[in-house]
């Protein structure tokens, strides 16, 4: 299991590429690439923050919840955090487990968790200025299926 909380940006393909290889129990792995995403279309850009130290200890302590319940081999979640542009990799998370359904609801587990639970902090910035991002009664309700 590892948890990597940075600034900098990550290679998708070089992660996945080695995840839950090696381990003659894995049948299944599932991957998932967050994007920043403009729905307005005027996002200059977002800033993230988080607390060093607590961000890392939350998302381990969810991330080894959803190894414990689902069995799985491997768990791999990246977010990062500082000035990001549309279209920049946010994040990811990955799974591996004996089962397709195990690595697919552990990894919609972590990403539900990941959206509304873990202690980082949005503002976009755009042509009228800044705004923190609220969160969304539709995340919060995602979370009542675990």
Do not use: N
Request: aromatic letters at 10%; charged letters at 25%; one cysteine or more.
């Amino acid at each position: 299991m590892r948890v990597r909380v940075q600034t900098g940006p990550f290679d998708y393909g070089a992660e996945c590429a080695g995840f839950g290889q090696g381990g003659r129990d894995v049948g299944a792995v599932v991957t998932f690439l967050g994007v920043v995403r403009d729905d307005s279309g005027k996002l200059a850009r977002m800033e993230i923050e988080h607390y060093p130290g607590m961000t890392e200890k939350a998302i381990a302590a969810i991330a080894k919840e959803a190894a414990d319940r689902w069995a799985l081999a491997d768990v791999l979640v990246i977010h990062r955090h500082g000035t990001l542009a549309p279209g920049d990799a946010i994040m990811m998370v990955a799974t591996a487990a004996r089962h397709r359904a195990a690595a697919f609801a552990a990894a919609d587990f972590l990403m539900d968790y990941l959206k509304s639970r873990a202690p980082f902090w949005k503002k976009e910035y755009g042509p009228d200025g800044a705004a923190w991002v609220a969160a969304k009664d539709a995340d919060e309700t995602a979370l009542t299926r675990w």
